[in-house]
């Protein structure tokens, strides 16, 4: 299973040394602060660039918190392909891998949430390019549940394949927002509870 990687055609920016310093910095006070609340006087500050350097690289504010959202994005689907590929090759393992992957995020990656839901919620203008990197990220999960899904040999895989996605999405918020600790694996149970349930013990080991 190959997994895509988030669009980037329409990438212009150069990442020089000072840009690469900038999408780092610019990056981790995003998450940890909020967009909203972080100006281009503290980047410039932590980066230790003027503002004009930001802006001579990335143009505006609005271009590098899409930056920031792609290169997470990016990172995070790097994360989740690399687990797949060690994963059994059985729907049924590709599935509980999503979740291995998940768990190993929110302890390394994740403190804050989901970069992605946040963003989204703190983005109130709907025309903001930011929403979409978010919006496609989400797709994409449900894209990829609706694959493995579709492999177990399940009776309707769209609708496990959403409630995968809710299990999946349902962790980080139970994590971080209600401190469930180890929601993942507690999800990654359900998954697999549910997966039996859908098409049972032998439906859910066919080969990919």
Not at 87 to 116: F, H, K, S, V
Not at 149 to 161: E, F, N, Q, S, V
């Amino acid at each position: 299973m190959t997994v895509a990687q988030p669009r980037s055609q329409d990438r212009t920016v150069v990442l020089t040394p000072a840009a690469r310093r900038i999408l780092d910095v610019a990056g981790d006070l995003f998450y940890t602060r909020g967009i909203n609340t972080v100006g281009m006087e503290l980047v410039a500050e932590r980066a230790e660039v003027t503002k004009k350097t930001i802006y001579d690289r990335f143009g505006s504010k609005q271009r590098l918190v899409v930056e920031y959202l792609r290169e997470r994005d990016a990172r995070w689907r790097a994360h989740l392909t690399g687990y797949l590929e060690r994963a059994d090759d059985t729907p049924r393992a590709r599935i509980a891998a999503t979740y291995d992957a998940l768990d190993a995020w929110m302890g390394e990656e994740n403190p804050r949430g989901c970069a992605m839901v946040n963003a989204y919620a703190e983005l109130a203008d709907p025309d903001h390019p930011g929403r979409a990197v978010a919006a496609e990220q989400k797709r994409w999960l449900r894209a990829l549940y609706t694959d493995l899904a579709a492999r177990t040999g399940a009776d309707d895989p769209r609708d496990l394949a959403d409630a995968l996605a809710m299990l999946h999405e349902g962790a980080v918020v139970a994590q971080n927002v209600t401190g469930v600790q180890g929601a993942a694996r507690i999800a990654r149970a359900a998954a697999d509870a549910l997966v039996t349930a859908c098409t049972g013990p032998t439906g859910s080991t066919a080969q990919a």
